[in-house]
């Protein structure tokens, strides 16, 4: 699904350079690189580290302080009892063939994938109609056979953009048929691979000295939260709905990671299990709030058809047309929304595409996933499902535990029906071994299936029942074995197992996608001859908040960038100072680069009357004015409550060194 | 170690009440505990969590931003060939025992250790001395046998103790002895358990598909930072000294965790490297900022004397009378006390504990352990160590990579010396396979040795050179292969290897011994019948700053409620509401356990006139005032610009709930 990427300023985006220039930079770098490194491992480096924190700790106040979630840290170590019974051990799995030739391991949706776009790009070729570039140049050298300007069938172009479509919706027999029946060819070696495999992604160890206890690492936070979900209720003084929420890695071992931040095997997530009654249709008492907020949808029905054509639709409308299944995670939906927002992400290139059934978990009543455009095409970075009660009703099955909620209710419920009464002690001898089959069928009744036994018992003194596989099939049950009577029954407390709608953040794709929609470049626009990029990240994202330069090396400047930095950290603003020998243009650039969005220089008019300049990264404009002012100025910056043209219009502008930095 | 834990008011400290306590409020919780749980694995709950973060985030500004240290954050998994190089595959493991009558496994150092505690109490109790209770009841549940009173030999008793006293000293040999030389025996069936052999303490893996990549989960982050050193010397601009830091999990698959976070599998670990050139005696520029800080230290030759006396001393005398080697070490240990104090660690049980030879790395220069005393004795909390050039240089040779510090000097260094240049076109043909041995023996000569092989040059037309393996031993070198002169060099630049300082922090081991030291009860203090927990943490580090408590559910509060909560979350302070049914004085005793230093009531008066009343954990003293005079006052309490003492100086007091709290 690769499609054409741009930069924040509509400039065609170069994956290699911008590639180039985050590992320049240090915002994240190969694992283990002296080493040879280890696919789909990476380590994040200063800036990159940053902004990790700081995305994690707005996502931190977005959802967990502004709904009074319950935060816990649950271990990665994860015995293999809770995985089997939650189903990771049996199905958390992707498919995998294998290339016969020289043994390459594929996987198998993303190898279909590859020769199908491949084929429809040398369908294009043909036809002479212009060819986007491949912007993933992993994926480019992996794929070692030119693509061959190949013409296809009409219908044939319409088979493969429909199978694209919906490539998510197969499972490994289906991909196995399509393999064949267009017979798909590993580029590599012209060879057909082998049907695929289950591979489960779990990695595998096991804990304690005698190795006996088998466990993996843990492949979402989600179960941790489960486990613990009766003393979290407790901890909630049984207050009904809340969320638990964690932040922390997990590990999946992908079959082919690719190349970046997109695919990796271990990285970090931020998951919310919220908890909700089941009945009432999953209301939501914020849906108001958030019911105007206009989402880009890709619904099921129109991936099935094999389209991709969105619908923008309130958040209100989609949830009363039932495009989405209920209130709480449409709420959820439009939050997450919000938040990607206030991260600086482009809206233009966010949509929220539908599970299709087959790609849904069997248990999950609906799910979303808010996808981003990048270069490598849309990426899954958040998912938004509706687990049902799945989860806690299997643990709770297989340890005994009452993951549940009892209600008292206000006003005790009153049912009036048929009762079934058994005199234990008579029905065993009475029956023998089939005891419990007959008392089985007789609580298995219905009310009126009860008013006529009842009235057998009356007239005839025993009932007939039949009764599978016990005698002749057919039991009769006289009346001192059994009553039958219509009384009241009163019940003070519901017992339910919530529900849970799981908002599941992946925050290294989130990251990644977002520094590709804040990356411009500006010599296009100056008409400079060499590249300088710019990551225009919103200042609470920034890894860098203040650049601090002196105009050189001169010892005059020092004690100005010593006071200043500590104020600065006194306000918990991040600085950093370059007294590097390079130009203030260049220094300017590097820290562009790194998308620091302020910067002040100090200079030899700093020395005399204490003013000093402030410049804005993505406007290049500068202001002068004295210390307290400025740091006045950046610190209403960073919290967002002034934008640029609020200082620019309040503080002298400055040309001064403008010159040194267009000429850099 | 066992020895008398008192709660912050010197009570008597009970660990049956205190983990009650804790796993009542949900600090932290067996992992998996409906599972049956898994030893060593604990999740934190939501005030443990909170805990951690404060903790975390403090850690976070006293080292990472006072100091401008390079933050990266690196993977868990690591490939078996960086841990085979670091020396973890082949040493990182403890000694471990098995009872051949049941099969337990023993971590044989804590064997030993146990059984002459145990002896030694017995000795005590024979003597009709007074014994201390076992504070840890896991502990006391495991030594199945009780200890017998069995008086000991005055010699045998101060031999135990000289042993217990160098318990970290010995190796798995070494304990063998000890359990044969004193007949040590199993508890629990009576038996003398095996020899001791190593186990590997790291938890296994394997990486992608094909499972042919071996790896571990890291046992600490610091080769991670290591194997990105290159690259942080770039990022810093070449300029040293400078530090990397990293907060993340470690583990390790402990032979017998013990109860509680003390001994984990799984977990946080907060590690800084600090590079620093070899030469010049390891100064630190600030170094005179810390030397009049007082340490209480316990060197290595009094734990070698079999004694555990510490001593007070500044770090300056400490480092100048060289029981601490270096400025550097010297200034961490002093950053490391100041960071303990600053989260609320009761100073009074903290000692820095020198490691013995035997017991430290052999690369390393020196290491010291902060110890807190908690009631299962001193335990290692953060370790300091100089690990010399050791981790950079076996990388280098491993991998090749340039892991060095390149110096421009100032000065050109001019060297005058016997240089050896050896013709190697014609070298190899007349030694053929000797040719690199007889090169390296000559590259390998000294000056004074080069001096006269130059004389035989120009004497005899050749050199004579003992190589052993080659020929007779002795080779003949004319002087058209090789020349020797005496010539200059001139050196523009020096290359070194760093060294690192390293202080590595357990989280989770400082969260619980901090935990003990802040707990106390206020039961004994008033006389009440009923222990009534407090945990008087700072109020930077407590999980949550402010309990909300309306008087009652009548719902003229719930508007000052949600105002007040509102107020509080902009100003990024946080708050919790309890508007349950139970009394206000209840409503504080939950908040006590959970360490809520400050509380709010909203009462009729509020109605009234908008006046709140706030209440001092510790004291339980309240205030009146109108809203934004005591938020202000919350404010200036948590961020630690007041005390409750000014607060209460300023505010009028309040008297009318406290019978509601003095009743309760």
């Known amino acids: 699904m690769t499609t054409t990427a741009t930069t924040l300023k509509g ?42 924190a700081n995305i994690v700790d707005i996502w931190r106040k977005h959802f967990i302080l502004e709904e009074d979630m319950l935060e816990i840290d649950t271990t990665v170590l994860t015995p293999h009892e809770v995985l089997k019974t939650s189903g990771h051990v ?47 140049p992993k994926k480019k050298k992996k794929r070692k056979t030119k693509t061959e300007a190949v013409k296809l069938d009409d219908n044939v172009v319409r088979e493969y953009e429909e199978v694209l479509a919906k490539i998510d919706n197969y499972n490994g027999e289906e991909l196995g048929e399509l393999i064949k029946k267009y017979d798909l060819k590993n580029p590599a070696t012209g060879v057909q691979p082998s049907p695929p495999v289950a591979f489960n992604l779990m990695f595998q160890t096991s804990i304690g000295p005698s ?20 003393k979290l209720l407790d901890f909630n003084m049984q207050q009904m709905p809340f969320a638990s929420a964690s932040i922390g890695r997990s590990y999946r071992n992908e079959i082919s990671p690719r190349a970046g931040l997109l695919r990796v095997r271990e990285f970090l997530m931020a998951e919310i299990e919220h908890f909700v009654d089941p009945e009432g ?111 806690l009703s299997v643990h709770a099955k297989k340890t005994g535990a009452p993951l549940v909620v009892r209600e008292r209710l206000d006003e005790p419920l009153v049912f009036e029906e048929w009762q079934v009464e058994i005199d234990k002690k008579k029905f065993g001898p009475q029956f023998k071994k089939d005891g419990k089959t007959v008392e089985a069928a007789l609580e298995a009744t219905t009310q009126e299936q009860r008013e006529k036994l009842a009235k057998q018992l009356t007239d005839n003194g025993e009932l007939e029942l039949e009764v599978a596989g016990v005698g002749s099939g057919t039991v009769k049950v006289s009346k001192d074995l059994v ?53 225009s ?8 908040k203040v650049l601090i330069v002196p105009l050189s090396a001169n010892k005059q400047f020092q004690p100005f960038v010593n006071k200043i930095s500590q104020k600065l950290r006194k306000i918990g603003i991040s600085a950093r100072v370059d007294s590097s020998s390079a130009t203030i243009g260049k220094r300017y650039s590097r820290n562009d680069e790194l998308g620091t969005p302020l910067g002040i220089t100090i ?61 850099r």
């Open 281 to 391: 249709g999953k209301k939501h008492h914020r849906f108001p709030e958030v019911e105007a907020i206009e989402l880009t949808l890709l619904d099921r029905h129109t991936q099935l058809a094999g389209k991709t054509d969105v619908k923008k639709m309130t958040i209100g409308d989609a949830v009363r047309n039932k495009v989405v299944d209920n209130e709480t995670l449409g709420y959820f939906l439009a939050r997450i929304h919000l938040f990607l927002q206030k991260i600086g992400v482009d809206m233009s290139k966010v949509r929220f595409r539908q599970h299709m059934e087959n790609e849904m978990a069997h248990y999950a009543a609906d799910c979303w996933d808010a996808e981003l455009l990048t270069s490598s095409g849309w990426i899954e970075c958040v998912g938004c499902a509706d687990r049902s009660a799945y989860d």
């Open 603 to 663: 200079d030899f008019q700093t020395v005399q009357d204490s003013t000093i300049t402030l410049r804005d990264r993505d406007s290049t404009k500068q202001v002068r004015a004295d210390e307290d002012t400025i740091i006045a100025a950046i610190q209403s910056l960073v919290t967002g409550a002034k934008e640029w043209k609020d200082v620019a219009a309040e503080l002298p502008a400055f040309e001064g060194q403008e010159v040194d930095v267009t000429v």
């Open 211 to 230: 190795s006996n206890l088998a466990g993996y690492l843990r492949p979402e936070t989600a179960q941790g939260q489960f486990l613990n979900f009766a």
């Open 90 to 136: 049996d199905k958390f799995a992707d498919w995998m063939c294998k290339d016969p030739k020289n043994g390459d391991i594929l996987r198998a949706d993303h190898f279909v994938e590859d020769v199908l776009e491949s084929r429809l790009k040398g369908d294009k070729e043909a036809r002479g109609e212009k060819v986007e570039e491949e912007d993933d």
């Open 11 to 52: 400039q065609p985006l170069d994956r290699q350079t911008l590639d180039a220039m985050l590992r320049r930079r240090l915002f994240f770098t190969p694992a283990f690189e002296i080493y040879g490194g280890v696919a789909g491992l990476f380590d994040y480096g200063p800036p990159g580290c940053s902004l990790q």
């Open 483 to 535: 009553k039958i009577e219509f009384r009241k029954r009163i019940e003070n407390t519901r017992e339910y197992t919530p529900n849970v709608i799981e908002p599941s953040f992946g925050i290294g794709r989130i990251l990644y996608s977002l520094i590709e929609h804040v990356y411009w470049n500006r010599a296009t626009e100056d008409g400079g001859d060499e590249a300088r990029g710019v990551l």
């Open 537 to 544: 990240f919103p200042p609470t994202v920034a890894p860098t």
